[in-house]
């Protein structure tokens, strides 16, 4: 900590967070304990809202479709996470280490974050379609014959709202690493090398432990994110097939605007975050084991 | 008594006026059919010196979780779309005006009897229609000439249906192309006599009809290879299958011959007949399929009187034919009935049916939370469809499929 | 070595058509006549640039709607929230990596987790807050909340400014120059990649933003880009050659701006920092 040695110390982070502060009691806040009271009511938008209880949790716990929904959202989250990170810190990595070319890969690989996710469907759903697919005619080409409906068949539809997803977001995390990876300094390197450390240990050694704070960072910001994926599957699954990629955020979509009942979908996102709080808990604890600090 | 709700009303409306500036706020959820509409704003503006129509529009996917923040706060539009199956959801929590009074001097005789019902809720009249819809059988006359088939008539059955889509089945061709969503199955289940839901519809319970119905159709797949698994068509808008020539035969909304019209080959002959009779029904049981786009009034409307003027501007008899293309079908019988409806000259010949459709009894299925158990909007793949997708693509026994649909559907019902 | 390295190419050309595809066939969709997006097998060929009228989706979007104005509003409001994002996350993320104060952690604890709550809770009570305040339909509640907290901007840095040693405030400290001298004048300058990264985030974020701007705003005259595409969506289908013509138009900027940022970001600093 630097200023300990100031008076009045801590006038200055109390300034330093005072929009913060304020933001946070306002406009975050306020509606989130607003929701969080609406997941006690029975409230259909267009209804007057009644007191509930427990209503909404009983009604979540009891359902038939809860235990799917949560299994697809934890599916979901343990492919995209890892996909997406691995994938952005290799990109990252490479295209640091001063290529030919890093500034062409560097805007092509960051364009799907860009494009608008519509637009991109649109093409992803030629590439997974069953007959005329181009990832089908692929598979047939290299002599696999069993080719799947990739988005009409449960097996098959989470991974593939996976591979988009992480395929749209991986220059994302991609950006963050590498303002991450501007923190270290070169001399290290120039140090490893002299010591004859080969790439591999260079990497493993210097940039992993030196990077740490980074990536945490990002594997948070992934996480948070997984859970919250809508509108890729929205446009290319639409939840389906027969549920096989709703994951919360969709039900919750599904609640508060066909259903219209903000009383249930405030109890789901409830018990998102609830899920979400204790995977960031365990996260923040195994921090001390893997990140430098 | 008439005479003098209508001075009243008259009275109210001149009282707006002697006030200036009066604003009569208005949303769509159809931002193309907003625009030919602007006209006939324009026009009731005019005829209203001092009221303003604000007019905002997005589509279904957009409309609805704007307009549930607007019911959240109060704020709901003067006049704004309501959706067949939202009706009752949206009436019944008392959003929407009583519109009867509003109707008084209106001459109801003028629209399809068939279109007004939906928009009833509990007997009282919270919903108007613009236009209506009903599913029909699409077929390729240049396939079934080839196959030396009779067309489709209204005497067809089922048997004489399921013959056909077999010798209409070709190495490229399917006889038939069906797609588990509401437009493309509850006609037959409505057709021979089948129910979803019990009569006060509180619940699911799907009668014996609606099995046969089901059974039928996923027969058409797994048993006699006449119509392909709609897995296998994943990537082909379903809508395109049809016009693209890959089917001979396909029931979908009346709202598709507009896409046929834009998707097929321009040489390709095709037209559109009723989706035949069940052999479970009988001339009482069996019902026809349609339903409604509906304009709302909502209950906090400081202008009513001139909310319903506005409605009836926008379903009235000033709107124009081509204000209504392909299959949508004006509420209001003398645009519907005009020529430049029917739209002689192009296909299909005999777009008089879809008005026949209308004319008969009609039953729409719809209650509440009807998109949620039946599956529609962003929840187009859950309920009834998603579990209909599993029986079609071969990976669920029906009857376990209409097991599990039971068991959601009644869970939805009961919240 | 070498061979690593054609492998290396091979890689990332691969992943580079990968990810460059679908931009290609938006912008070779919106080259097409409207009948030909849908056939089977596709139609490869931009149909329209074999007519006179090449630009004719492109003259459509731009001329029937109040596309100028959608982009200058989008710029505004995606340009003022990003910029109050750096702002306010450098301060408050650099309290929180450097700074001393009981309980900040709580506090940052809270910041991370008001990220858990999906959009799709909160907006409703969110609409009626800004009603309450007399901000619908301005501009305001998609920039105001943006200039006072933002849990991405602040975890991002106060990660970033927790991994810039202490020592570099050393000097400065000797000279007695105050904390926010310290901050603005040492760290600040070295956070640059940081700082631009979540600018560009933020700026596409406000930018693709769709579920607030469609709440909070009424009017035309004050809708943003993605609000004005609605327009191209119909009750049953979309226009899809005018949307890829309009999703081309609305992303150019997007492209514009990282380019113009990533230069900086990988600029580097490193060695000014450590003398």
């Known amino acids: 900590m630097i200023f300990r040695h100031y008076q009045k110390k801590h006038l200055w982070p109390l300034a330093f967070l005072l929009p913060t502060i304020i933001g946070l009691l306002v406009f975050r806040l306020i509606p989130i304990f607003w929701s969080f009271a609406l997941s006690f009511m029975d409230w259909q938008i267009f209804d007057t809202a009644t007191f509930a209880g427990l209503d909404n949790y009983i009604y979540i716990f009891q359902s038939v479709t809860t235990l799917q929904i949560l299994r697809v959202t934890f599916l979901f989250m343990l492919m995209y996470v890892p996909g997406a990170v691995l994938l952005a810190l290799a990109l990252a990595v490479i295209l640091n280490s001063g290529l030919r070319g890093a500034a062409f890969f560097r805007g092509a690989f960051f364009l799907p974050y860009i494009t608008s996710t519509v637009a991109v469907v649109l093409v992803w759903r030629w590439i997974f379609s069953t007959r005329f697919g181009l990832l089908n005619n692929a598979l047939d080409y290299i002599g696999i014959e069993q080719n799947p409906a990739w988005l009409a068949d449960p097996a098959y539809a989470l991974p593939a709202v996976a591979i988009v997803s992480i395929w749209k977001d991986a220059g994302f995390y991609m950006l963050l690493l590498l303002a991450g990876l501007q923190t270290i300094n070169n001399e290290y390197y120039e140090a490893a090398r002299v010591d004859g450390a080969t790439r591999w240990r260079r990497f493993i050694d210097i940039t992993v432990p030196l990077l740490s704070r980074s990536l945490f960072f990002v594997l948070i910001i992934a996480m948070i994110r997984s859970t919250q994926t809508f509108e890729i599957t929205y446009s290319l699954t639409e939840g389906g097939p027969n549920g096989a990629t709703t994951t919360l955020a969709f039900a919750i979509y599904q609640r508060a605007f066909v259903d219209f009942d903000m009383g249930l979908a405030a109890a789901l996102s409830y018990v998102l975050c609830v899920i979400l709080g204790f995977l960031t808990l365990v996260q923040f604890w195994l921090r001390r084991r893997w990140v430098h600090e | ?415 | 070595m070498n061979r690593t390295l054609v492998l290396l190419y091979a890689a990332l050309l691969v992943y580079a058509a990968i990810a460059l595809m679908p931009f290609f066939w938006m912008l070779l969709t919106s080259f097409k006549e409207q009948r030909d997006l849908f056939r089977i097998p596709p139609e490869f060929r931009p149909t329209l640039a074999y007519t006179d009228d090449p630009f004719r989706n492109y003259a459509e979007v731009w001329t029937q709607r109040e596309f100028f104005v959608y982009f200058r509003n989008s710029m505004i409001v995606s340009g003022l929230a990003a910029l109050g994002q750096v702002m306010t996350c450098s301060l408050a993320g650099y309290a929180f990596a450097k700074m001393e104060l009981p309980g900040k952690n709580i506090l940052f604890a809270v910041v991370l987790a008001t990220a858990f709550v999906p959009a799709e809770a909160t907006i409703i009570p969110e609409f009626l807050l800004m009603r309450g305040l007399g901000w619908i339909d301005t501009w305001l509640p998609l920039i105001v909340p943006s200039f006072l907290v933002g849990a991405f901007g602040t975890f991002m840095l106060r990660e970033y400014f927790g991994a810039l040693p202490d020592e570099y405030a050393e000097a400065a400290i000797m000279d007695g120059a105050n904390p926010f001298r310290i901050f603005f004048e040492v760290y600040l300058p070295l956070a640059q990649p940081a700082l631009i990264a979540i600018f560009v985030v933020g700026f596409i974020n406000n930018w693709d933003e769709l579920l607030r701007p469609l709440i909070f705003l009424n009017s035309e005259e004050l809708f943003t880009v993605p609000l004005g595409l609605l327009s191209f969506f119909s009750q049953y289908e979309a226009a899809w050659h005018q949307l890829m013509a309009g999703s081309v138009i609305s992303i150019a900027p997007l492209v514009v701006i990282y380019m113009v940022c990533q230069r900086y970001v990988l600029q580097g600093f490193i060695g000014g920092g450590m003398k």
């Open chain 2, 1 to 415: 008594m008439k005479v003098s709700l209508t001075s009243i009303s008259i009275l109210a409306l001149s009282a707006s006026i002697a006030t200036a500036e009066t604003t009569i706020s208005y949303m769509s959820w159809s931002p193309d059919q907003l625009e030919l509409e602007m006209p006939v704003i324009a026009e009731f503006e005019a005829a209203n010196p001092g009221v303003t129509v604000e007019v905002q529009a997005m589509p279904p996917s957009d409309y609805w979780p704007k307009l549930s923040a607007l019911a959240a706060a109060g704020d709901l539009p003067d006049v704004f779309m309501m959706s067949s199956g939202f009706v009752d959801s949206w009436g019944l929590a008392g959003n929407l005006a009583d519109l009867a009074p509003l109707a008084e001097g209106t001459d109801l005789g003028a629209y399809f009897e068939g279109s007004l019902t939906p928009g009833m809720v509990n007997g009282t009249m919270v919903a108007f229609p613009q236009n209506w819809v009903a599913p029909v059988l699409y077929y390729n006359k240049d396939m079934f000439d080839a196959a030396g088939l009779d067309y489709p008539d209204a005497d067809m059955t089922w048997d004489e249906f399921r013959a056909a889509a077999k010798a209409l089945t070709t190495e490229d061709v399917f006889g038939y192309w069906v797609y588990g969503r509401y437009a493309h199955v509850d006609t037959w289940v409505y057709r021979n006599g089948g129910r979803y839901l019990t009569d006060d519809k509180s619940g699911i319970e799907l009668n014996a009809a609606a099995v046969n119905t089901l059974q039928f159709l996923s027969d058409l797949i797994a048993v006699d290879n006449v119509a392909p698994q709609p897995q296998e068509m994943e990537g082909i808008r379903q809508q395109d299958v049809f016009p693209l020539g890959m089917a001979a035969m396909w029931v979908d909304g009346s709202w598709n011959i507009d896409n046929v019209r834009n998707v097929a080959d321009p040489s390709m002959n095709w037209g559109i007949a009723q989706v035949p009779m069940g052999p479970d029904a009988t001339a009482d049981t069996a019902a026809a399929y349609a339903w409604a786009d509906m304009l709302s009034v909502s209950e906090t409307s400081e202008n009513k009187d001139l909310a319903w003027d506005f409605i009836q501007t926008l379903v009235g008899g000033e709107r124009s034919a081509a204000d209504f293309p392909g299959g949508k079908v004006p509420a209001y019988r003398a645009i519907a009935e005009s020529d430049e409806w029917l739209e002689r000259g192009s296909q299909p010949a005999n777009k008089e049916l879809i008005l026949e459709i209308g004319a008969q009894t009609v039953y729409s299925g719809f209650s509440e939370n009807w998109s949620t158990w039946r599956g529609y909007g962003a929840e187009g793949q859950a309920g009834l469809n998603g579990e209909l997708d599993e029986v079609f693509n071969g990976r669920k026994s029906l009857d376990d499929a209409i097991a599990a649909f039971t068991a959601y559907g009644n869970e939805v019902l009961a919240r």
